[in-house]
Nanobody, 132 residues
Framework: EVQLVESGGGLVQAGGSLRLSCAAS???????????IAWFRQAPGKEREGVAC????????YYEDSVKGRFTISSDNAKNTVYLQMNSLTPEDTAVYYC??????????????????????WGQGTQVTVSS
């Protein structure tokens, strides 16, 4: 069973930056490189939304429109860790950020990476609060 642990959240002023980390473990049957790893976020009263996703095998990345140019997802396969560098943060980025992993959907990730129901493994989340 894949386990995911997020870290790096906190309180930051608008315009500031944070880097989130997602440390993954438990790759008993399939290697880390087989997985797509995504970051989702959920603000109070809102649905969980996909923010960014990366293929650990070839580094293909996907971004939600509102974070393009501000957020960067990256993977350190040697450490089984995925990062989300968040720059130019705004109060609208305030949410609990979750890391998720899955390997079942092959080429379909191009179309479904942003859907929470696609991902089988989840972390516990880390709070990001951006003050104005």
């Amino acid at each position: 069973e894949v386990q995911l642990v997020e870290s790096g959240g906190g309180l930051v002023q608008a315009g500031g930056s944070l880097r989130l980390s997602c440390a993954a473990s438990g790759f008993t049957f399939f290697p880390f490189e087989d997985y797509h790893i995504a970051w989702f976020r959920q603000a109070p009263g809102k649905e969980r939304e996909g923010v960014a996703c990366i293929s650990a095998s070839d580094g293909t990345t996907y971004y939600e429109d509102s974070v393009k140019g501000r957020f960067t997802i990256s993977s350190d396969n040697a450490k089984n860790t995925v990062y989300l560098q968040m720059n130019s943060l705004t109060p609208e980025d305030t949410a609990v950020y979750y890391c998720a992993a899955d390997r079942r959907w092959g080429n379909l990730y191009d179309d479904v990476w942003h859907k929470a129901g696609v991902f089988a493994s989840w972390g516990q989340g880390t709070q990001v609060t951006v003050s104005s």
